[in-house]
């Protein structure tokens, strides 16, 4: 983590690992991240040498969300899809981890502000023994995890349905940008779950949090108690190696890897425990597949979503133009499932298959710092970065790419229609005009 990755540019010889300034001076990881929270980078180098700290503290929450900007960061690099989304653009990725500048956002109003030193995480329900609430500190002396892992909201793709099979589905109309792949550190949910007692009963674990959907309720979703236990699924504080961004849920959100972005709960506040199967509007009639092809199950109008598919995209602007000649094209895939065994890829609409080469999962030299803290699965939910090497002749035409996981599963030949656009997977045709 450098000064100047934390927004505090100096001369070059004056440039220095932040991270490895702390712990030369004997810095905890839990304190450096109270003084980034409480006043960045100033905080932490006064602290480091003596000098007197800086008194600002994070703003308080904005009353009127309405006049409030959107986003804490910037737009430009983005497509901005309106109501809150910021749709990445993969030709600016040049590496595995997706730089936080770069981070797609999906949000239900506006990147929320949260004074840290007021918020709470309350755990309740019927099926715990010891409801508790937890300060931000409690969350950081938890024992923590950090490893690679994707994320991407559940409509990704959803503008393929129109462009591809002619079936508009309803929703932002994203194309193959609702994704990014980044470095988390957390919690562990299941050790705040025990540290309230949760019981043999429990069935559902229901998160809520601080941004509205509703008047009456912030963003809610259900996941089953097992993904909630699970080791992997994080209360995460940290992004890339930096405290959480604004934008992507400071000062807690929740990471369950190889499940849709909408149980990712940002902001989070409330976690309840309930020994029955719960149901809300984010498990019946939103995130839930609803079409000829998915039977109801429950109180659902369809089948609700739980993990991703199986996806590759072309690292491209939509659609791409290019000058005739050679080309090393690349793009990014990944699956819930595990690492991507194989991506194919096809000029003629997919009557013949060619092997695009799988590259090293190498971490960016921005992003080394964070290699000695990362868990043994490290890579196991990232995405996979492959190139291809095309000779493009003048017209147009269309590049498709098919991935294959390790456990198998390949993207199908063709994605049934559902009317939210969710899961879409089928090989995208990717526009090219070579002149």
């Known amino acids: 983590m450098t000064t100047e990755s934390l927004g505090v540019r100096k001369d070059p010889e004056e440039r220095g690992d932040l991270w490895q300034l702390a712990r030369e001076r004997g810095m905890s990881r839990r304190r450096l991240l109270q003084l980034l929270t409480a006043g960045g980078t100033a905080a932490v180098l006064a602290s480091c040498t003596g000098l007197p700290l800086p008194t ?42 997706t730089p936080s500048q770069f981070f797609f956002v999906r949000n239900n109003s506006v990147s929320l502000e949260v004074d840290a030193a007021d918020w709470r995480l309350s755990i309740e329900g019927d099926a715990v023994a010891n409801p508790l609430e937890l300060t931000y500190d ?14 991407e909201c559940a409509g990704n793709h959803r503008s393929m349905f129109d462009l591809v099979k002619g079936q508009a589905a309803k929703g932002t109309q994203w194309k193959t940008g609702a994704v990014s792949n980044g470095v988390w550190t957390g919690a562990a949910m299941r050790d705040v779950l025990e540290r309230a007692g949760i019981t043999e009963e429990a069935v559902s674990v229901l998160l809520i949090g601080l941004d509205t959907d509703s008047p009456e309720e912030g963003f809610r979703r259900v996941m089953p108690v097992e993904k909630a236990m699970d080791p992997d699924t994080l209360l995460a504080y940290t992004l890339n190696g930096e405290v959480l961004p ?10 369950a890897p190889g499940w849709v972005g909408a149980a990712n709960v940002k902001w989070l506040g409330r976690i309840v425990v309930s020994s029955k199967q719960l149901w809300t509007r984010n498990n019946t009639t939103s995130y839930t597949l609803i079409g000829d092809a998915y039977p109801p199950v429950g109180e659902a109008l369809g089948r609700p979503l739980t993990t991703q598919t199986v996806k590759s995209a072309l690292a491209l602007p939509w659609p791409a133009d290019l000058a005739a000649g050679e080309h090393s094209l690349y793009g990014y895939a990944h699956s819930p499932n595990g690492p991507i065994a194989k991506v194919e890829w096809s000029s003629d609409l997919g009557a013949t298959w060619n092997a695009s080469t799988l590259e090293d999962p190498q971490i960016q030299p921005d992003f080394e710092h964070l290699v000695e803290v990362l868990s043994d699965n490290t890579f196991k939910y990232s995405w996979t970065r492959f190139s291809l090497t095309w000779d493009a002749g003048p017209g147009e035409h269309t590049i498709m790419t098919r991935a294959t996981d390790a456990a198998g599963n390949r993207q199908p030949d063709e994605t049934p229609f559902n009317e939210k656009g969710y899961l879409f997977n089928q090989p995208v045709p990717h526009p090219i005009r070579v002149a």
């Open 56 to 97: 600002a503290t994070l703003p308080a929450a904005e009353e009127s969300s309405a006049e409030a900007p959107p986003f804490s960061k910037d737009p430009a690099p983005f497509i901005e899809l309106g109501g809150g989304n910021l749709e990445a653009r993969l030709e600016n990725m040049q590496g595995l981890i």
């Open 138 to 151: 409690d969350i950081l002396d938890l024992p923590s995890r950090t490893f690679i892992s994707y994320l």
């Open 246 to 255: 604004r934008d992507h849920g400071f000062p807690l959100r929740a990471l």
